[in-house]
């Protein structure tokens, strides 16, 4: 049974995908310029773990953690996001506050 799940739609109808505890799963949905990528893993603890990024989407290489969310006990999930992360991917990216 898989432990992971994704779905996406562009132009067609949409599509899911599954990944196990020992593949995780990935996806980076982007356009030409940004883009998001998110990776679902099991951790040494055995605990659900997804990282998320912003990126240069196609054009580009850089990438740039914005976060990471843990399961913990009883499946508690934990959010990293520190202020260094979140003021270096307004900088780099000239992020606007969403009002």
Do not use: C
């Amino acid at each position: 049974m898989s432990r992971f799940y994704a779905e996406i739609q562009g132009n067609r109808r949409p599509v899911s995908r599954q990944g196990l505890d020992n593949s995780g799963i990935w996806g980076h949905i982007r356009g030409w310029n940004t883009g998001v990528e998110v990776k679902g893993r099991i951790n040494s603890d055995g605990n659900e773990e997804y990282h998320i990024w912003l990126t240069e989407g196609s054009n580009g290489n850089k990438i740039t953690l914005l976060a990471k969310i843990t399961e913990t006990f009883a499946g508690v999930q934990t959010v990293e996001m520190t202020e260094e992360i979140i003021m270096k991917a307004i900088a780099e990216y000239q992020i606007k506050e969403i009002t």
